[in-house]
């Protein structure tokens, strides 16, 4: 088992940064893929980014490239999502997620994820 909890949100105005953290407990951080998600009132839940189990690989959606940067710390047990120059379409609620192991390519759909945080709110203003 795994658990998430995630950290970071908050109010910010458009052009402005968060830095969203993923604490990990239950099982060795370097052992599975993570990945960053995110969900709008109203619209499915979408992928925003994710990282391989060493952090060598990376992959963002297209419209947080340039803005957002996915990284971890294996050794503290903790994933981070930097956002800068929000905008308000960036608002939603935004889950951290484990998949249950080391995947071959990095996964960006939502039912390759076995664990998931509760979600932390970030709301941007225009």
């Known amino acids: 088992q795994v658990q998430l909890v995630e950290s970071g949100g908050g109010l910010v105005q458009a052009g402005g940064s968060l830095r969203l953290s993923c604490a990990a407990s239950g099982r060795t951080f370097s052992r599975f893929d993570m990945g960053w998600f995110r969900q709008a009132p109203g619209k499915e839940r979408e992928f925003v980014s994710a990282?391989?189990?060493?952090?060598?690989?990376?992959t963002y959606t297209d419209s947080v490239k340039g803005r957002f940067t996915i990284s971890r710390d294996n050794a503290n047990n903790i994933g981070y999502l930097q956002m800068n120059s929000l905008k308000p379409e960036d608002t939603a609620v935004y889950y951290c997620?484990?998949?249950?192991?080391?995947?071959?390519?990095?996964?960006?759909?939502?039912?390759?994820?076995?664990?998931w945080g509760q979600g932390t709110q970030v709301t941007v203003s225009s």
């Open positions: 997620a484990a998949t249950s192991g080391r995947e071959v390519v990095l996964r960006t759909t939502a039912s390759h994820y076995t664990y």
């Open positions: 990282i391989s189990w060493g952090g060598s690989r990376t």
